[in-house]
């Protein structure tokens, strides 16, 4: 199976920073890759899929970018509604998997 | 609205069996790739099992394949979870998912409030 790994596990900020979150596939997904938002006691939910297609009804302050190996997730001025845990996920390859999850906190 | 609704979480012990439910509404059920993934407390998410818009086909995760069947029934919007076998490691939140497009490999853009399986003796 396809191990995904993000970076930072946790992550402290402000409200208004920028903040970047990495996933790293153990092989090429071209741009197969979705990210997540898990706020806790609820479902996930889809941000982005294709690498950088953000769905509808998401904020544009979130991006995503990367191909191959390598993708970040960018969210360009933190707001108190962002504080959760992000999750990537790989769908190039059978079975789908899912990176461990960054859990971004208030400073 | 769209959405997705589980039922049938319960206390079960090593080796029990249990059938989870999920009811969608607000779409067309029977034109969607549908899912299951589940979160074992405090972790992460993991994929287990996709059955096709007709049902005529699925596919399973190693740790659950050959315990588990999916299952639909879409004129009642209605897509199952049977589980037999059950062991420890079972224990999550379970939930159903809708595929963003009719594929196997897709991300997931509907996901029901999740129903909580839990197997200790």
């Known amino acids: 199976d396809i191990q995904m790994t993000q970076s930072p596990s946790t992550l402290s900020a402000f409200v208004g920073d920028r903040v970047t979150i990495t996933c790293r596939a153990s092989q090429t997904i071209t741009d197969w890759l979705a990210w997540y938002q898990q706020k806790p006691g609820l479902a996930p939910k889809l941000l982005i899929h294709k690498t950088s297609t953000l769905q509808s009804g998401v904020p544009s302050r979130f991006s995503g970018s990367g191909s191959g190996t390598e993708f970040t997730l960018t969210i360009s001025s933190l707001q108190p509604d962002d504080f959760a845990t992000y999750y990537c996920?790989?769908?190039?390859?059978?079975?789908?998997?899912f990176g461990q999850g960054t859990k971004v906190e208030i400073k | 609205e769209v959405q997705l609704v589980e039922s049938g979480g319960d206390l079960k012990k090593p080796g029990g069996s249990l059938r989870l439910s999920c009811v969608g509404s607000?779409?067309?059920?029977?034109?969607?790739?549908m899912n299951w993934v589940r979160q074992a407390p405090g972790k992460g998410l993991e994929w287990i099992s996709y059955i096709s818009s007709s049902g005529t086909s699925t596919f399973y995760a190693d740790s659950v394949r050959g315990r588990f069947v999916i299952s639909r029934d879409n004129a009642n919007n209605s897509l199952y979870l049977q589980m037999n076998s059950l062991r420890a490691e079972d224990t999550a939140v379970y939930y159903c998912?809708?595929?963003?497009?009719?594929?196997?490999?897709?991300?997931?853009?509907?996901w029901g409030l999740g129903t909580l399986v839990t197997v200790s003796s």
């Open positions: 607000g779409f067309t059920f029977s034109s969607f790739e």
């Open positions: 996920q790989q769908y190039n390859f059978y079975p789908c998997t």
């Open positions: 998912a809708r595929a963003l497009r009719a594929s196997l490999l897709d991300p997931f853009d509907i």
